[in-house]
């Protein structure tokens, strides 16, 4: 996850941290000072048990989702699976590690027709999110086992319904098939194959947001993306911001959710690792 930096009481509130980093990029670092930037109603005295009524009241301001893939069952209460018609394609399962951390398995088909109904598999949540409740955030540590002949969206959709693949990118021309949908698409029939920034508000296209950065076959990878309030959204790879913000990138007042989608392009399958997924809001 992105890197906690401490929180000078004598200068910077919570909120105010969560608001220039990021969300999930915060923590907490008692420094003893007293009267924290008490023009946003954040004030601290010397005990410590005052940091923890704010570290309290400052998370419960919060929604947010956390999955680690932990145990050898996939939380259904929780998540949608879905996959594709070719019998190599089958829907994501936990994989249990024995006990070192755990991790999600997404296997895509093999078949000649290579499409998403076909090759495909995603794991989606509900539509409990959306970008007007304020800063809201999607993370995930993935990896896929080759890079390619696959196409890859890591971020949020506006349905839960069906298997879907949000956006497809063949050499320089976008296929939207979500109505709302803001994330990271990497499609290895675009002319070049990085991870680009992709929104769409109502139908509309955002501007696609350059990160210069390609995934590395078997090699794990942060992707994270922030959406303000008014539907902005600002791409984090590894922690660091990449690429310029994206102005209307998902309607801000549509219920999304959060949502990995891959399939192969070739009649060869391949494997995408889910390590983690969160996911936050404003209350």
Request: net charge negative; hydrophobic share 40%; no cysteine.
């Amino acid at each position: 996850m992105n890197k906690i930096r401490k929180i000078d009481s004598s200068k910077t509130a919570p909120t105010d941290a969560r608001g220039t980093w990021g969300p999930f990029t915060a923590g907490f670092e008692w420094d003893g000072n007293t009267g924290v930037n008490t023009a946003v109603g954040h004030v601290f005295t010397d005990k410590p048990g005052d940091l923890v009524a704010v570290a309290t009241r400052y998370k419960a301001s919060y929604v947010e989702l956390f999955d680690d893939f932990l145990g050898d069952t996939l939380r259904t209460d929780i998540w949608g699976v879905f996959s594709g018609s070719d019998s190599q394609a089958v829907d994501p399962v936990v994989t249990a590690t024995a006990g070192v951390s755990g991790t999600l398995s997404m296997v895509a088909g093999d078949d000649s027709t290579t499409t998403m109904a076909v090759n495909g598999t995603q794991i989606n949540g509900d539509l409990n999110w959306k970008a007007n409740q304020g800063e809201l955030f999607f993370e995930t540590r993935l990896k896929v086992s080759a890079i390619t002949n696959i196409v890859l969206f890591a971020g949020f959709t506006d349905q839960v319904a069906a298997l879907e693949m949000p956006f497809t990118l063949s050499g320089t021309t976008l296929t939207s098939n979500a109505t709302n949908a803001v994330g990271f698409l990497f499609d290895t029939g675009a002319t070049t194959d990085d991870f680009w920034g992709q929104g769409v508000a109502a139908d509309t296209d955002a501007s696609q947001i350059s990160t210069s950065t390609a995934p590395v076959a078997d090699t794990f990878i942060r992707l994270g993306v922030k959406v303000a309030s008014d539907g902005e959204a600002t791409y984090f790879i590894n922690g660091t911001q990449v690429g310029t913000a994206q102005a209307s990138a998902v309607t801000a007042t549509v219920a999304i959710a959060p949502v990995i989608a891959f399939f192969t392009e070739s009649a060869a399958s391949a494997t995408a690792t889910v390590d983690y997924i969160v996911v936050s809001q404003g209350r």
